[in-house]
């Protein structure tokens, strides 16, 4: 008979699949996650109000030029030194589903999978039908100082790379329901064993905290009236943790023969996984800002720009702050990117780790890009503007992890409306795509493409004074993926599911402009110049 009709063949039963073997396999299952204590997202775009409100900055000639178009500094239009600060409230929102459907057990005695029992009729369990995190940061700051003298300037940017405070998955992870249900089906489809699962319950929780500080020195020079150069030393400093807890895990099994006949309660172990990461990172921009209308006159209102970045090899050291597992979860080897190097004399009794003491250093090295900039006046009052980047995420080591990516690309456009010389209105569009191969996009880092949307303005206080307001929305393309994902501890099993993924994110934000020195109109070489910023 079938278990769905909870009439099971008389079997003698074997209860050696416990607590232990169902967190080895949940390990095994996490192992490509583990290897995510750091978000994959790059460095992130959004520095600037400027960038808010027009998604569109790398033919910048402003101070945020700074971050997104140094050699344009070269053209700003009066000397003197201007100081830009911006702040930014971000908001992230990130859900998905699991839907395991299927095992295939080579144990089962069945030719092919056999459904999962969460998918039963008969199934009481209580896991999450949606994971779900949420993340407001209410100050996200970016900075800028620039001196610009004639046909030279000099700039210092400080901007957060990257961030997740406190980003935490109260539901736990779609990853850990697998590995929990996994390691009971292991033993409970074997053809030795005629019982069934009713339910399963557990409290997990997963917490992501990173702060990637960036400060970039540089300068810009115009070589001619038409071209200039620019470049920057970025320095960064990272600080990160990853903390994956699991408690109170119990399952209800039902056992139709023998003296253990009817309904019974097992419980799971509970488990702590901490880690911490330090490091700093180095990276070099190269740029250069072309503005044609000297060569060419009927080109008046254009221009161009290019910018490379290349960051050198960048390591994090890991520090565990707590590592407790069964042990034959830590000598499967699939929980050794959480050690740092160090020996445990206390795990597993006093006995130490069986699968070595992992490694100090996590590979987390930025990708190449190459950036480019297109904008055009075409009247007085309105400006076309086009951006695009190319990462290369294939081309640096990440031990391996590089192979789950293609290049990633973004591509995007804007219009400035200038109302008067006080006022600016501006929209913009940005697609990105990260480049992640579909079958490698995970809980733990989704990688969405996405589509955003910004608008906002700018007004000119006086001739030394610039306020910027602006807001985005940035909406995130669903995605699913199926997997079929193979784990042997004791029997070897198939495990069929599909993962669903979603994102949604919105900035609202303010900065502010001020220049000091320097002369008022008429008084600087270029002050005489129409400039539409």
């Not at 808010?52 to 500094?73: E, H, M, Q, W």
């Not at 999962?116 to 009481?124: C, D, E, I, V, Y």
């Not at 161009?304 to 050198?312: I, M, P, S, T, V």
């Not at 697609?431 to 733990?444: L, Q, S, T, V």
């Amino acid at each position: 008979m079938k278990k769905e009709d909870i009439i099971m063949p008389n079997f003698i039963k074997k209860r050696f699949f416990m607590a232990g073997i169902s967190l080895a396999l949940l390990l095994q299952g996490m192992a490509g996650n583990a290897s995510k204590l750091n978000q994959e997202d790059g460095v992130m775009t959004n520095h600037s109000t400027e960038y808010v409100r027009s998604l569109n900055r790398n033919t910048s000639i402003d101070p945020d030029a700074a971050f997104y178009n140094p050699a344009g500094l070269a053209f700003m239009a009066r000397n003197g030194l201007y100081i830009n600060f911006s702040s930014q409230t971000y908001h992230v929102e990130k859900t998905h589903t699991m839907n395991y459907y299927a095992i295939d057990n080579e144990n089962s005695g069945l030719m092919g999978p056999e459904p999962t029992m969460n998918t039963l009729p008969s199934w009481k369990g209580n896991l999450p039908d949606e994971y779900g995190a949420r993340l407001t940061a209410p100050v996200l700051p970016g900075f800028d100082v620039v001196w610009k003298q004639d046909n030279w300037a000099a700039y210092l940017d400080i901007a957060v790379m990257q961030a997740a405070t406190d980003m935490t998955f109260g539901d736990g992870l779609a990853v850990l329901d697998w590995g929990i249900l996994l390691g009971k089906y292991t033993g409970l489809t074997n053809a030795s064993n005629d019982n069934v699962m009713y339910q399963c319950s557990r409290d997990a929780e997963a917490v992501r905290n990173e702060m990637y500080i960036g400060a970039t020195l540089g300068g810009a020079y115009k070589l001619l009236n038409w071209l200039s150069a620019g470049g920057g030393f970025r320095v960064i400093y990272a600080t990160g943790n990853m903390s994956v807890k699991v408690t109170d895990t119990s399952y209800i099994i039902y056992d139709p023969v023998g003296a253990g006949t009817g309904l019974s309660q097992e419980d799971g172990d509970d488990w702590d996984i901490d880690t911490d990461t330090k490091g700093i990172g180095y990276g070099i921009i190269l740029g250069t800002h072309f503005r044609p209308e000297a060569l060419v006159p009927a080109l008046k209102g254009l221009d161009a720009a290019l910018r490379l970045e290349y960051y050198l090899p960048m390591e994090l050291k890991k520090k565990t702050n707590s590592l407790m597992a069964p042990a034959t979860v830590e000598s499967s080897g699939n929980i050794d990117i959480f050690k740092d190097g160090t020996s445990n004399h206390d795990f597993n009794g006093g006995t130490g780790y069986a699968h070595g003491n992992g490694t100090k250093n996590l590979k987390v090295t930025y990708a190449p890009t190459v950036n480019l900039g297109l904008s055009y006046l075409l009247f007085d009052w309105l400006k076309l503007l086009s951006s695009a980047q190319v990462s290369f995420r294939q081309l640096r080591d990440l031990d391996g992890r590089e192979k789950d990516y293609n290049m990633g690309f973004q591509a995007g456009g804007g219009v400035e409306f200038i109302l008067s010389p006080q006022i600016t209105l501006s929209t913009g569009y940005l697609y990105n795509d990260f480049g992640i191969k579909p079958e490698k996009r995970d809980e733990a880092d989704m990688l969405l493409s996405s589509h955003t949307i910004g608008a906002g303005a700018k007004f000119s206080v006086n001739e030394r004074l610039d306020i910027n307001i602006g807001a985005f929305y940035q909406y995130f393309q669903e995605a699913t993926t199926y997997y079929v994902l193979y784990v042997k501890v004791t029997d070897g099993t198939n495990s069929y599911m599909n993962k669903t993924f979603k994102e949604s994110r919105y900035s609202v934000s303010i900065g502010v402009t001020y220049r000091m020195f320097g002369g008022d109109s008429g008084t600087d070489s270029e002050a005489g110049k129409k400039t539409i910023f």
